[in-house]
């Protein structure tokens, strides 16, 4: 069992900064050194909290190595992508001239951007730009023009005999 001792101004600290902050995962962080700080049991904070036994514990590690500062960093590993400086060309670019697949979406971005992706982050991309997929269907082939007309014709003049 990890021991820490609060003072009031560290619990009054942690209190504050566990409503304001806005990301939810360093909110979870904070309330579970919190909840810690009232004496809660490490079992009653993890239900809580929905976090594992071993989390509860890396927060209090992290909590006792670094304090509140430690703990409020985002240490999200992502990175923005490259072709967020693009957004608006490229969103212009694909509603004037719909791409049929994903390929060549990519081509486009490629030829407008000078940026190369992947595949799978073409397609990621184009979702966050509120693109979705169409459905592809086969086109009929070639129809009987004249058989067309005589069906036209019978079905019209159905038609107008129940009536």
């Not at 069992?1 to 009031?8: A, E, H, N, T, Y």
């Not at 979702?127 to 019978?154: W, Y």
Request: with cysteine; hydrophobic share 35%.
């Amino acid at each position: 069992m990890i021991k820490i001792v609060f003072s009031q101004p560290e619990i009054d600290e942690l209190y504050k900064a566990q409503l304001i902050n806005p990301n939810p995962r360093i909110r979870r962080k904070l309330m579970a050194v919190y909840m810690k700080s009232l004496d809660v049991g490490h079992e009653m904070i993890c239900k809580v909290c929905r976090i594992s036994w071993p989390t509860l514990l890396s927060y209090f590690k992290e909590y006792l190595l670094g304090g509140i500062n430690d703990m409020t960093r985002n240490r999200h590993r992502g990175h923005p992508s490259k072709l967020n400086d693009y957004e608006i060309e490229i969103k212009t670019l694909l509603t004037d001239n719909p791409p049929a697949t994903i390929k060549e979406a990519k081509a486009k971005i490629k030829g407008l951007t000078g940026i190369e992706i992947s595949i799978p982050q073409v397609w990621s991309f184009m979702r966050k730009l509120g693109f979705s997929t169409r459905k592809v269907c086969g086109i009929p082939g070639k129809a009987d023009v004249e058989v067309q007309e005589s069906f036209k014709k019978k079905s019209s003049s159905r038609g107008s005999q129940k009536r």
